[in-house]
């Protein structure tokens, strides 16, 4: 049979297609994906959810290839079609049901995939993920697909239901995870599926028989598929510890809270490690708070006493109350506490000196608790549940002078409480609190060295970059930087550090056995090592006590940290480490735990057991996009194993990969670029990401209906593209050069407020967005066989994108994603497959 006999002899299903169905199953199917996003947060780490969006593109681009080698079948007759399409909610259940209790079984340990002996193990888990939810995505997005091909006369209305019932599935699921526990959000989606069976079977024995097994699909999961936090997380050992007690249980979007009372809970402070200055004081016993699993906070067990904090005298955090303290410092500070650490900050500042104190916990649920554990504090205003950066602006809004702080005090548990907390230790984010110091001000910003120096090398480089725009021209006078064996601390001054006070602080450090990486000035010849830290790299690893290092021999003790300051900061001549990319964090780029440099990946992967948790993503994203390339790389070659259908048209095929792979990288740019600005302009990741998500779908479907009046001629659909990439090339132009001057400026507004603006800057650009994909595959009606390769350029590309623009974001800011968008809907404007005239007429003279 001729390639022209074959696409006449594929006759598409007649009739107006039920949308209901594809919104339903479009629902199930990234409602799934985000519940899978989850488990995973839960069981393992979050990071590996990247994987799980891999699983998802995989499936729709492998059905896609699978669509476009049946479709002569699927469209022999006009019945056929629509008897497959009903077909698939049954098997969709039992790839759900299945896919579910695989993963449930699967023992995936991440620390095991670290360690060069266990690896493979654990690879071979991932390969059980893969091949235990791929059906589950890739029936998903031959359903979609089908509905292509089948209704081609209504791409457009497709396509709309399509998104909407995405979008849709971000509001669901995110509000059921209020009342559904994670692992049980499988469960509450198995009903969509059987509504949408439903839909498409007719017949009253067939529709009995989808209730039966998705009764059966609900009762094997509920019983078979268990899940629970790993032996590695921070909750697995105290919920085995006698008498342990869970007093309370949380559910939101944003985790699962547990809080446990037993005897290993202590409130966590980074103490002297000298008997005589602790004077027999130990630690607080508490509440321990995990939020999935992992360590947030310490939470009182009871109201606080009145009685004196004995081991704050030992407290590694005290130094800068000290230095406000006494006769000459006037009258006792005011202090600004970033992070209340479950309230207790609040005692210890009072304990030491201070005079008005105001505290921020912005983590919604941890604000939430530490006002019902501390009635007082909730009475009294002292705590309040803002952002930092919103504090200040609306503090500075308020009073034209600016208010002001004698000191800014970060906790040491801050930057894990929250995603938006990482806005914090940006140069921006340190810049807006030097700006908020009184002219005796201290800022005090905590950073872990217990895996890696160089966060705390990062954070000093950062700091000196906040000082720089402010204007100061000497930026080492203005910082001090002391430590304990696990725990470093940076002080950043509104004026240089005098000599006395200089003096104080190594008075202080030395009396505690703490450490001074950096004091401005010459070193002090022979000055004592209290706490021995080696150099760790990925060229060099060393250990404790110089061994094998070459910086000396012996048991001498070193302090890398010191040594790092001088050779990358002041004055900071040394060649930077190849593994290592020590640049400040930004508003913009605003990744603080994100410092391989995967350009140099050979020796991060030789010591891959020295990489912490925290740089973990980025090795799943480079993996995920080296997986990605090779599955487009196949969907790409498909017109070579087609030449009689595809082949002959090398015109639309070029074409189509650049349109359709513009789509699907330049969508998925946008819409990462816009949840990363969103959460920083809502002061929420959860918030951000759902109504972004949510937002982004649901235009871009109303968008796509709309496109349904620009579908008539090519002309049509030219004019229709043309209006739509207009819309988004100039949206992506004020984005970049706009969005981050704005978005701080508005960042105090009210809640409600500020999700009307980001709905009002969504809805354009999402609108616009709908347009491409319709009118793309519109155009390609003339050429049915490249429907559904299409759909899975698509999808192939999407894959390619998701960890590409989390890879781009880290190394170069989000600003990137912005204007790779820009360039890639110039390039789709440019290239819409619709043969020419001429080139066409010799297609089907050579067919």
């Known amino acids: 049979m001729s390639a022209a006999a074959a696409t006449s002899a594929a006759a598409p299903a007649r009739g107006r297609p039920q949308l209901a169905p594809l919104f339903l199953v479009a629902l199930a199917s990234v409602g799934y994906e985000i519940a899978l996003t989850r488990w995973f947060a839960i069981v393992s780490w979050s990071e590996y959810g990247y994987w799980v969006i891999s699983i998802t593109m995989v499936g729709i681009a492998a059905s896609g290839v699978v669509l476009n080698l049946a479709k002569d079948w699927l469209l022999a007759t006009p019945a056929r079609a629509p008897r497959v399409l009903a077909s698939m909610p049954p098997l969709l259940v039992v790839a759900l049901a299945g896919g579910t209790l695989a993963v449930a079984a699967i023992d995936f340990n991440p620390l095991a995939l670290q360690n060069h002996a266990t690896m493979a193990a654990q690879l071979a888990k991932i390969a059980a993920y893969y091949a235990a939810l791929f059906p589950f995505f890739f029936l998903g997005g031959s359903f979609i697909g089908l509905y292509f091909i089948a209704y081609d006369a209504h791409i457009s209305r497709i396509y709309a239901a399509d998104l909407v019932g995405a979008g849709a599935a971000g509001v669901v699921v995110v509000a059921l995870m209020y009342f559904v526990h994670p692992f049980d959000l499988p469960l509450a989606l198995l009903p969509v599926l059987l509504a949408a069976g439903w839909l498409l079977l007719e017949r009253t024995a067939a529709r009995a028989a989808l209730v039966a097994l998705t009764l059966a699909a609900a009762a094997a999961v509920w019983a078979f598929a268990h899940a629970d936090y790993n032996e590695y997380k921070a909750i697995a050992a105290p919920l085995r510890v006698a008498d342990n007690k869970a007093v309370q249980s949380l559910r939101s979007p944003r985790g699962i809270y547990e809080v446990l009372d037993n005897f290993t809970e202590r409130l966590d402070i980074d103490l002297s490690n000298n008997a005589a200055m602790l004077g027999g004081a130990e630690p607080i016993a508490t509440l321990g708070l995990y939020a999935d699993g992992n360590r947030l906070a310490s939470l009182p067990k009871q109201p606080p006493s009145g009685q004196r904090l004995a081991y704050l005298d030992a407290a590694l955090d005290s130094l800068p109350y000290r230095l406000l303290q006494g006769p000459a410092q006037g009258q006792p500070p005011s202090v600004l506490l970033v992070g209340s650490r479950g309230g207790f900050r609040l005692d210890e500042a009072a304990q030491m000196g201070a005079g008005g104190v105001v505290a921020l916990e912005p983590e919604p649920v941890l604000h939430d608790l530490v006002r019902r554990y501390r009635a007082d504090l909730a009475e009294d205003g002292r705590l309040l549940p803002s952002a930092p950066s919103a504090y200040l602006q609306a503090i500075r809004a308020g009073r034209p002078g600016g208010a002001t702080f004698d000191l800014i005090d970060i906790a040491l548990d801050y930057q894990g409480s929250s995603d938006i907390a990482k806005y914090s230790f940006t140069v921006e984010g340190l810049a807006a609190y030097h700006a908020a110091l009184s002219p005796r001000g201290l800022l005090s910003v905590p950073v872990p060295i217990r895996e890696f120096t160089v966060y705390a090398v990062k954070l000093v480089l950062t700091a000196r970059e906040a000082l720089r725009e402010a204007g100061i021209a000497d930026p080492a006078r203005h910082i001090v930087v002391y430590r304990s064996a696990w725990n470093a601390r940076v002080l950043i001054a509104k004026q240089p550090f005098d000599a006395a006070t200089l003096d104080a602080v190594r008075r202080f450090c030395d009396e505690r056995s703490f450490d001074t990486p950096w004091l401005p000035g010459p070193p002090r010849p022979g000055a004592t090592i209290w706490n021995d830290l080696p150099p760790v790299s990925f060229e060099t690893v060393a250990s404790t006590g110089g061994a094998g290092t070459g910086a000396g021999a012996g048991d001498r003790r070193q302090d890398a940290l010191a040594d790092e300051i001088r050779a990358y900061v002041f004055p900071g001549q040394r060649p930077r480490p190849a593994t290592v990319d020590l640049s400040p964090a930004t508003t913009d780029r605003p990744y603080f735990h994100s410092v391989l440099h995967l350009g140099a990946l050979a020796p991060i992967l030789e010591r891959i057991d020295l990489v912490p948790r925290e740089e973990i993503g980025a090795l799943v994203s480079l993996a995920v996009l080296a997986q990605s390339v090779l599955i487009a790389l196949a969907v790409l070659s498909l017109p070579l194993f087609r030449r009689r259908t595809m082949g002959v048209h090398r015109g639309i095929v070029g074409k189509s990969i650049a349109y359709f792979a513009g789509i699907g990288l330049g969508f998925l740019f946008i819409e990462i670029y816009l949840i990363e600005k969103a959460t920083f302009f809502l002061n929420d990741r959860t918030l951000g990401f759902s109504l972004t998500l949510a937002a982004m779908l649901i235009f871009s479907g109303i968008g796509s209906w709309a496109s349904g009046r620009y579908t008539a001629s090519t002309e049509d659909t030219r004019r229709g593209l043309r209006g739509a990439c207009i819309v988004v090339l100039t949206w992506c132009a004020l984005a970049w050069a706009f969005a981050d001057v704005a978005l701080p400026a508005g ?60 890879l781009l974001a880290m190394g170069f800011g989000n600003r990137v994603l912005v204007a790779s968008a820009l360039a890639l809907y110039a390039l789709v404007w440019m290239r819409l497959p619709v043969a020419q005239p001429a080139a066409r007429g010799r297609a089907l003279a050579g067919a």
Not at 773 to 793: K, N, Y
Request: with cysteine; aromatic share 10%.
């Open 747 to 806: 960042i105090a507004l009210p809640l409600p407020v500020r999700i009307a603006l980001v709905l009002l800057a969504v809805a354009p650009v999402g609108i616009a967005l709908g347009f491409p994909f319709a009118c793309g595959m519109s155009a390609l009606r003339t050429h049915p066989h490249f429907v559904p390769w299409a759909w899975s350029l698509n999808g192939a590309f999407s894959v390619v994108a998701s960890p590409l623009a989390q």
